[in-house]
C-alpha cells in the first residue's frame, strides 16, 4: 500500500505539482485543522498568501448528526428540498457563525479574511473522507467569483476525486486508493494537529512578505 510519511511530505509533493500557479494572483485556503500543515508550505512555495476557511453544518432540529446544510462566516447554504422553518435556521447560523467568528479570531486575529472575486483559489485538507465538508467549502468560494478553484488533497477515494472533480477547475490529489477506509491509513504519521499549531504556522506565513 502506497503511504505518505507526513503532512509535510504531502505539502511537498503538491507543491511540486502546483508550481505552475506560482507568481499567479491566488490564495491558499486551508480547512482546519488538518489542513493547515499541508497548506502553509504550498503557500509559500507559491508566494500566495494563507486563509482558512471556517465551515460548520447545521443540523437538523429532530437529529444533529444529519445535516441541512452549512454555515461559513458570511454565507451559508442550505438543502432546499427539507423542510425546516426559517427561523429556526436563522438563528442557528447565527449561533453557529459567532463560534465560527471566534475560532477565526484565535487563528487569524485581526486580519480581515481576503477577498476571492477574480483570483486562484486553492482549497487544500490532508484528505478526503466523505467529502462534505470540502463541497460546502467549494460552494461557498464559487459564491465569491474566483477566477479559478483548485483542490489540493493528498489522499482521497475515487469516487470523491469524480465527485469534487465535477465541481472546480482541477484537483490535484497524489493518492486515490480504491479500498478506503480513513485519511489516518495512508499516511505514517498522523498526529492530531493542535489550535496552537495552526496559529504558529499562520504566523509564521504572517512574517512572510508578497
Known amino acids: 500500500m502506497e503511504m505518505i510519511r507526513n503532512r509535510e511530505e504531502a505539502a511537498e509533493m503538491l507543491a511540486d505539482r502546483l508550481e505552475k500557479y506560482k507568481g499567479k494572483d491566488g490564495v491558499v485556503l486551508a480547512i482546519p485543522r488538518g489542513g493547515v500543515p499541508v497548506a502553509a508550505p504550498i503557500a509559500m512555495r507559491l508566494g500566495m498568501p494563507l486563509e482558512v476557511t471556517l465551515i460548520k453544518k447545521i443540523g437538523h432540529p429532530a437529529n444533529p448528526e444529519y445535516a441541512i446544510g452549512s454555515v461559513g462566516l458570511d454565507s451559508k447554504t442550505i438543502d432546499p428540498s427539507i423542510e425546516v422553518p426559517r427561523e429556526y435556521v436563522e438563528a442557528e447560523a447565527e449561533r453557529i457563525r459567532e463560534g465560527l467568528r471566534q475560532k477565526y479570531k484565535l487563528f487569524m486575529g485581526d486580519r480581515k479574511p481576503a477577498t476571492l472575486q477574480n483570483k486562484v483559489v486553492i482549497i487544500v485538507d490532508d484528505g478526503i473522507a466523505t467529502g462534505k465538508t470540502l463541497v460546502a467549502t467549494i460552494e461557498l468560494v464559487k459564491r465569491q467569483h474566483p477566477a479559478k ?4 488533497v493528498p489522499v482521497a477515494p475515487p469516487s470523491a476525486v469524480e465527485r469534487i472533480s465535477n465541481m472546480v477547475d482541477e484537483v490535484v490529489c497524489l493518492l486515490e486508493p480504491p479500498f478506503f477506509q480513513a485519511v489516518g491509513q495512508f499516511y ?6 493542535t489550535d496552537e499549531e495552526v496559529i504558529a504556522l499562520l504566523h509564521q506565513q504572517d512574517q512572510q512578505s508578497y
Open 149 to 152: 478553484v483548485v483542490v489540493a
Open 188 to 193: 505514517a504519521e498522523f498526529g492530531q494537529t
